[in-house]
């Protein structure tokens, strides 16, 4: 199933972390699905059928009446894959945080600028970045710049850990 829209963008920090972790876990069923995400929100829960709000935290209500709106609108077997931020890699994520550390909010466009302006052999000189991730590096920077355009904030796509 494709979508017209990047849903993705209706998934909040906190689903997509869980998203993450559904995807990640070995466990779980693949291709995870919306439904087998609400059953990982939903797995310490007695009941499925009372409203959360007397049994829960306001975190864990949320969470559920986000991917119940989701279930809704694109069905339980809509790809949880579909739902998950793009994020950027760990030493494109070290570069964006040097970039930062340089200008204020550098979009995607002035990132890539820096890199080819020596931000990126500055971090590999310091030993920051594998020399041999630098081509890998330059090729996920530009994927993002391709499907987001050099406008968006670099800063939306950094993976704090």
């Known amino acids: 199933m494709t979508f017209a829209i990047d849903v993705y963008e209706q998934t909040s920090e906190a689903l997509s972390a869980v998203i993450l ?3 990640n876990n070995d466990a779980i069923e693949q291709p995870a699905t919306l439904a087998s995400v ?3 929100i939903l797995k310490g829960v007695k009941t499925k059928s009372i409203p959360l709000n007397r049994f829960s935290d306001d975190q864990l209500q949320e969470l559920r ?3 119940d709106y989701l279930i809704e609108e694109y069905g339980e077997d809509g790809l949880a894959v579909h739902f998950l931020k ?3 890699s760990q030493a494109l ?3 964006i945080d040097e970039c930062i550390g340089q200008m204020a909010e550098p979009s995607l466009g002035q990132l890539f600028d ?3 302006n020596g931000l990126l052999a500055s971090q590999i000189g310091k030993g920051e970045i594998d020399d041999d991730e630098a081509q890998t590096v330059i090729a996920e ?3 993002l710049i391709d499907k987001h355009g050099p406008d968006e904030k ?3 796509f950094v993976q704090y850990l």
């Open 21 to 23: 972790g559904v995807l």
């Open 38 to 40: 609400r059953e990982k």
């Open 65 to 67: 009446d986000e991917i």
């Open 86 to 88: 793009p994020r950027a």
């Open 93 to 95: 994520t070290q570069l």
């Open 114 to 116: 820096e890199l080819e």
């Open 141 to 143: 920077l530009q994927a």
């Open 154 to 156: 670099a800063e939306d």
